[in-house]
């Protein structure tokens, strides 16, 4: 894993409970991912998913989730998840009635 993905994943990793300083740093760790070409490591995209949830998020999250060109079960389980933990909606509903069967 590269240096500078390993760091980026492991600051939302760690700081994912702290939604206050996650939001201040969100747009410039989105920044450097998109600066340093991540964007095709789902790894790394699925991430930056989980961040903007946990900082409650969702519009973010939802534009990011759609615009994403991979989606995979964890891509599905964080934004179902992401809108779950903070307040359980009709949105995480429709969002499970929509996950695909072929993931």
């Not at 760091?7 to 996650?22: A, G, V």
């Not at 760790?29 to 998109?34: I, Q, Y």
């Not at 534009?63 to 891509?75: A, G, K, P, S, V």
Request: hydrophobic residues 30%; contains cysteine; proline residues 4%.
């Amino acid at each position: 894993m590269y240096p500078l993905m390993t760091t980026i994943y492991h600051s939302f990793s760690s700081n994912s409970t702290h939604s206050e300083k996650l939001d201040s740093i969100s747009p410039k760790l989105h920044a450097a991912v998109t600066k340093h070409g991540f964007e095709s490591n789902l790894l790394v995209m699925n991430s930056i998913l989980d961040m903007y949830c946990r900082c409650s998020c969702f519009s973010k999250a939802n534009r990011y989730f759609y615009e994403m060109n991979q989606r995979d079960l964890i891509t599905w389980n964080t934004l179902i998840a992401g809108y779950e933990r903070s307040n359980p909606t009709e949105t995480s509903r429709n969002l499970l009635t929509g996950l695909p069967e072929n993931i």
